[in-house]
């Protein structure tokens, strides 16, 4: 089964377009990684899965319901979207932040029930966040901080996650403290993880399945074995790449590149 | 375990104090108001009068002059200071007020036109008061909004700014002009209006404003979650269920209400919405289920004793309240606005 399924997805800022009959197919209970050049239309695609942009034709569907005909309340309930390095207000505390987590299900004045308070624990403990709960998020390091976000996408109990970057302007360490999180929730807790990523390597260590764009369609699909082959990355990256399989992974690595003259 | 959990009561118990000295200042401050001002009475005149002892005189100076009038600058310090909280939240912009963004001003022109239609008070004019300043702010945002929205960026905070400042300026520079075809009075009264002096303080301006706090209020501490979730960007609120456009409206519609009903009766009192929603948030942070009612007490407060000074310090003349209140806000804005910079 397929969590999501665009079909002749078209998104266009004002007049110009930037994807064209868009057809994907994201695998349930996998992970996901998105790949492609700078302004290939990586991100909208993504933004308009996750309903904060809307597109301008053709349909989403989610868990084969076309989202359009869905409250957005109840989309937050089954599908969570963090967007690239969001900013959180300014003195919010870790345990305030991850509740928010908790809005689609709140009625009214929006009281915390037990029930709320249980799982915004949980989400706490998953992400290693328990003892920083009061701490305010902006004294948090960047991995801290990407951490809160995952925890409040967790709070909204969805099946499926959607992360624009989540790795942006973190260090070598935490970039794979982020990616190992995901990849345990993925596996220990059968979520559906998709993710636009930046670096060809991280995206092929950790998805199960890529999709390459460029230009606003996709070029190629598949496991990275299929998608991190020389042919396809020229055609993506227009980079000339040598790939090897690493033997701690067994995931193919690209060692080298030249730019395709 | 332990340690989270004290840390969290540490952290209630914090917010509880704030709110009880908060509390006590604003009685301390409404018993201070009700001693003080042309006659001054003492403390055992006032409650010899309160349990009905006062002569005429003393009742008339304490139940219809005073009374009426420490009330109004209560209300109007709590509605200016929880639209200026409302307006920072919707815009993700500390500096915002609806004072400085000529929302005031709309309403304002409104009430010189109103002064203009209806020279006598009556109770039916006083009524269609806080409409007319409706009108005027309603306007004044509309036209705010449309100028500072740019289709792909949404709301810039630092355009908003600028085109509010804007437009404040050219709505008071169209005051001006009208004042040009008033008499006498009616001039004196603009001019009083523009420094924010409470005028209007008799129980039926009590009556004319208190209908729209009680509903605007309750609707606004309803909306504390969706104020919350939209300071974290429009992307996650998106992401998280909020209609986003849909709740920015409304809620800037309520700010706007808040603000006109109060200045119809309190003269263009600036910067309360900019100072008390910052001190507020400095006392229990960020979440709007505390804040806002801790905004609407600072607001209370602020506008409260800044009319005390207003009434006394010149006997037996008055200064306008609005310019006292400047006197703080103003520098406190520059503060604030330096600091944004770094």
Not at chain 1, 12 to 24: G, K, Q, R, T
Not at chain 2, 99 to 116: D, E, S, T, Y
Not at chain 2, 165 to 190: K, P, T, W, Y
Not at chain 2, 229 to 245: D, F, P, R, Y
């Given at each position: 089964m397929d969590s999501i399924t665009t079909t002749n997805l078209a998104i266009a800022y004002d007049e110009s377009?930037?994807?064209?009959?868009l057809e994907m197919k994201i695998p349930h209970g996998k992970i996901t990684t998105i790949i492609g050049p700078n302004g290939c239309g990586k991100s909208s695609v993504l933004k308009a899965v996750g309903r904060i942009l809307r597109f301008k034709a053709g349909a989403v569907y989610l868990n084969e319901e076309d989202i359009t005909t869905l409250a957005t309340k109840e989309i937050a309930k089954k599908m969570a979207i963090l967007p690239q390095s969001p900013t959180a207000p300014h003195g919010v505390t870790v345990g305030e932040l991850v509740a928010y987590g908790r809005f689609p299900y709140q009625r009214g004045f929006g009281r915390l029930a037990l029930n709320d308070r249980k799982i915004i624990a949980w989400s706490l403990e998953v992400t290693k966040l328990s003892e920083l709960e009061h701490r305010s998020v902006d004294t948090l390091s960047g991995g801290q901080r990407q951490r809160v976000w995952i925890a409040m996408a967790l709070a909204q109990q969805t099946d499926l996650i959607l992360l624009d970057e989540p790795t942006t302007y973190l260090d070598l360490s935490h970039q794979l403290e982020v990616l190992e999180l995901l990849s345990d929730l993925n596996k220990k807790q059968g979520y559906t993880i998709v993710m636009v990523l930046h670096d060809l390597n991280l995206a092929a260590r950790f998805a199960d399945y890529m999709v390459a764009i460029k230009g606003g369609s996709i070029i190629c699909h598949g496991t990275p074995d299929e998608v991190m082959v020389p042919h396809a990355l020229k055609e993506v990256f227009q980079i000339d790449a040598q790939i090897v399989k690493e033997p701690r992974t067994g995931r193919p690595v690209c060692v080298t590149y030249d730019l395709v003259r | 375990m332990g340690s989270t959990g004290r840390q969290k009561k540490k952290k209630n118990s914090k917010i509880i104090a704030v709110l009880l000295v908060l509390g006590v200042l604003l009685v301390l401050s409404i018993i201070f108001s009700m001693k003080s001002g042309y006659t001054h009475l003492t403390f055992h005149d006032l409650l010899r009068i309160l349990l009905g002892g006062g002569s005429d005189k003393e009742n008339l100076v304490l139940f219809t002059f005073r009374m009426p009038r420490i009330i109004i600058a209560m209300l109007v310090g709590a509605g200016l200071a929880l639209s200026g909280c409302i307006i920072q939240g919707i815009a993700r912009n500390a500096l915002a007020d609806p004072g400085l963004l000529g929302i005031n001003a709309g309403a304002g022109l409104m009430v010189v036109l109103f002064v203009l239609l209806f020279p006598t008070k009556t109770a039916l004019s006083i009524f269609t008061l806080p409409f007319l300043a409706l009108i005027g702010a309603g306007l004044a945002a509309v036209l705010i909004y449309l100028l500072a929205y740019k289709n792909l960026e949404g709301l810039s905070p630092l355009r908003l700014i600028l085109t509010g400042v804007g437009m404040q300026v050219g709505i008071s520079a169209a005051m001006i002009v009208l004042v040009i075809l008033l008499d006498e009075s009616q001039f004196n009264f603009v001019t009083v209006w523009q420094a924010g002096r409470i005028w209007g303080a008799s129980w039926k301006f009590v009556i004319a404003l208190l209908p729209w706090l009680l509903v605007l209020v309750p609707y606004v501490f309803f909306k504390a979650r969706v104020l919350d979730v939209l300071g974290a960007g429009e992307e996650i609120a998106l992401g998280l269920g909020v209609a986003v456009e849909q709740e920015r409206r409304i809620l800037l519609a309520a700010a706007v209400a808040l603000a006109a009903s109060c200045v119809a009766v309190s003269g263009n009192i600036s910067f309360v919405g900019l100072i008390a929603p910052h001190l507020a948030r400095r006392l229990v942070?960020?979440?709007?289920?505390i804040l806002l009612p801790c905004c609407a007490l600072t607001g209370a407060l602020l506008v409260s004793i800044s009319d005390i000074i207003a009434r006394t310090l010149v006997q037996p003349s008055e200064i306008p309240t609005g310019i006292v209140v400047a006197v703080v806000g103003a520098p406190y804005f520059l503060y604030l606005l330096a600091k944004s910079r770094r």
């Amino acid at each position: 089964m397929d969590s999501i399924t665009t079909t002749n997805l078209a998104i266009a800022y004002d007049e110009s377009i930037v994807i064209e009959a868009l057809e994907m197919k994201i695998p349930h209970g996998k992970i996901t990684t998105i790949i492609g050049p700078n302004g290939c239309g990586k991100s909208s695609v993504l933004k308009a899965v996750g309903r904060i942009l809307r597109f301008k034709a053709g349909a989403v569907y989610l868990n084969e319901e076309d989202i359009t005909t869905l409250a957005t309340k109840e989309i937050a309930k089954k599908m969570a979207i963090l967007p690239q390095s969001p900013t959180a207000p300014h003195g919010v505390t870790v345990g305030e932040l991850v509740a928010y987590g908790r809005f689609p299900y709140q009625r009214g004045f929006g009281r915390l029930a037990l029930n709320d308070r249980k799982i915004i624990a949980w989400s706490l403990e998953v992400t290693k966040l328990s003892e920083l709960e009061h701490r305010s998020v902006d004294t948090l390091s960047g991995g801290q901080r990407q951490r809160v976000w995952i925890a409040m996408a967790l709070a909204q109990q969805t099946d499926l996650i959607l992360l624009d970057e989540p790795t942006t302007y973190l260090d070598l360490s935490h970039q794979l403290e982020v990616l190992e999180l995901l990849s345990d929730l993925n596996k220990k807790q059968g979520y559906t993880i998709v993710m636009v990523l930046h670096d060809l390597n991280l995206a092929a260590r950790f998805a199960d399945y890529m999709v390459a764009i460029k230009g606003g369609s996709i070029i190629c699909h598949g496991t990275p074995d299929e998608v991190m082959v020389p042919h396809a990355l020229k055609e993506v990256f227009q980079i000339d790449a040598q790939i090897v399989k690493e033997p701690r992974t067994g995931r193919p690595v690209c060692v080298t590149y030249d730019l395709v003259r | 375990m332990g340690s989270t959990g004290r840390q969290k009561k540490k952290k209630n118990s914090k917010i509880i104090a704030v709110l009880l000295v908060l509390g006590v200042l604003l009685v301390l401050s409404i018993i201070f108001s009700m001693k003080s001002g042309y006659t001054h009475l003492t403390f055992h005149d006032l409650l010899r009068i309160l349990l009905g002892g006062g002569s005429d005189k003393e009742n008339l100076v304490l139940f219809t002059f005073r009374m009426p009038r420490i009330i109004i600058a209560m209300l109007v310090g709590a509605g200016l200071a929880l639209s200026g909280c409302i307006i920072q939240g919707i815009a993700r912009n500390a500096l915002a007020d609806p004072g400085l963004l000529g929302i005031n001003a709309g309403a304002g022109l409104m009430v010189v036109l109103f002064v203009l239609l209806f020279p006598t008070k009556t109770a039916l004019s006083i009524f269609t008061l806080p409409f007319l300043a409706l009108i005027g702010a309603g306007l004044a945002a509309v036209l705010i909004y449309l100028l500072a929205y740019k289709n792909l960026e949404g709301l810039s905070p630092l355009r908003l700014i600028l085109t509010g400042v804007g437009m404040q300026v050219g709505i008071s520079a169209a005051m001006i002009v009208l004042v040009i075809l008033l008499d006498e009075s009616q001039f004196n009264f603009v001019t009083v209006w523009q420094a924010g002096r409470i005028w209007g303080a008799s129980w039926k301006f009590v009556i004319a404003l208190l209908p729209w706090l009680l509903v605007l209020v309750p609707y606004v501490f309803f909306k504390a979650r969706v104020l919350d979730v939209l300071g974290a960007g429009e992307e996650i609120a998106l992401g998280l269920g909020v209609a986003v456009e849909q709740e920015r409206r409304i809620l800037l519609a309520a700010a706007v209400a808040l603000a006109a009903s109060c200045v119809a009766v309190s003269g263009n009192i600036s910067f309360v919405g900019l100072i008390a929603p910052h001190l507020a948030r400095r006392l229990v942070g960020p979440g709007h289920q505390i804040l806002l009612p801790c905004c609407a007490l600072t607001g209370a407060l602020l506008v409260s004793i800044s009319d005390i000074i207003a009434r006394t310090l010149v006997q037996p003349s008055e200064i306008p309240t609005g310019i006292v209140v400047a006197v703080v806000g103003a520098p406190y804005f520059l503060y604030l606005l330096a600091k944004s910079r770094r």
